[in-house]
């Protein structure tokens, strides 16, 4: 039997955002030119939902190495992040409207549930990066109104709240400094507002900073464990139990980067380190505290996934290593839904 899939982050938005917003909505709707993630493709693999991400590329387009590392980029100009973002925002509207019900952008836990039960995928509107907001919150608030309900201060690099984690291996996640002053008002800004704070791109600085910020539960959409991959993008067992405490959640990233012991980029690699990410974080925070963030068209996954209509031997590979139904029902969806309902308080 299919189990639905929320799940925790995409960057869907962005691959689309580069083809012109007429031609990349009718491939998106097609499933044409897919890499990972398309109307089609979504319903092959039971995805219920999740968190779409708006990202403003740095300025200019950092290089990635081989190795997976990457230089300190340069966060991309106020203007220019609101133009992006209000692009990206633009095509999420308008699939909205050209599914004819498929989809449904959603604002409370509610309409994911409704979404879910008329078989629409829910999409939650995501800023991975809060170059966009300026430091009155002025933006903060137009994009709250549009939709807006999760956000993640920073990317993988500094700009005016925080620092983000450069990504390199082996690393610890404690690469420099955290939240700026601004930072720390952005994120009692979103608590007021109910919008959930992702420290999934934050180092570790930041993540603490957040935790004794935030009322709100910690929530990293889409890391791994540090303790398997040793990688500055991945969460400590420290950082876990905070999590835990905070009754936030980890969404377990599809990178090959972030799964694998040794870093590399490489898509052969099994989809049972997935279930490995899984059962390490699962046995750290509990079983209402884990889910999926695939990253699904924002980096290289195992070639054993390839794209969402896969999601199923996700599910599979849970029952094989012995995940009851209950489990892996909270896995695929319920703790995610769990935890926006507790984030938006409605
Ligand atoms: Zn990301």
Known sequence: MQIPVFDGHNDVLSRLGRHGSAAALSAFMT??????????????????????????????????????????????????AQQTVGAMLSLLVRMERQSQGRLAICRTADEI???MAKDALAAVLHLEGAEPIDTDFEFLDVLYAAGLRSLGPVWSRPNAFGHGVPFRCPSSPDTGPGLTDAGKELVRACNRLGILIDVSHLNERGFWDIAATSDAPIVATHSNAHALSPHSRNLTDKQLAAIAESGG????????????????????????LVIDHLAHILDRVGENQV?????????????????VGNLQK?????????????LIEKICFRNWLRVLRRTWRT
């Open 291 to 307: 889910g999926f963030g695939s990253d699904f068209d924002g980096t290289d996954i195992p070639a054993e996934i390839g794209h």
């Open 249 to 272: 959640m980890v969404g377990v990233n599809f990178a090959v980067a972030f799964l694998r012991p040794d870093g590399r980029r490489d898509v052969d690699t099994p989809i049972d």
């Open 113 to 115: 549930d409704a979404a």
């Open 314 to 326: 996700l599910v599979a590979a849970m029952r094989v290593r012995g995940f009851g139904e209950p």
């Open 31 to 80: 499933g044409e030119g897919a890499v990972h993630l398309d109307m089609v493709r979504a319903r092959q693999g039971a995805l219920a939902g999740g968190l779409f991400a708006m990202f403003v590329a740095s300025a200019p387009d950092a290089a990635i190495a081989g190795n997976g590392q990457v230089s300190i980029p340069t966060s991309p100009a106020l203007a220019q």
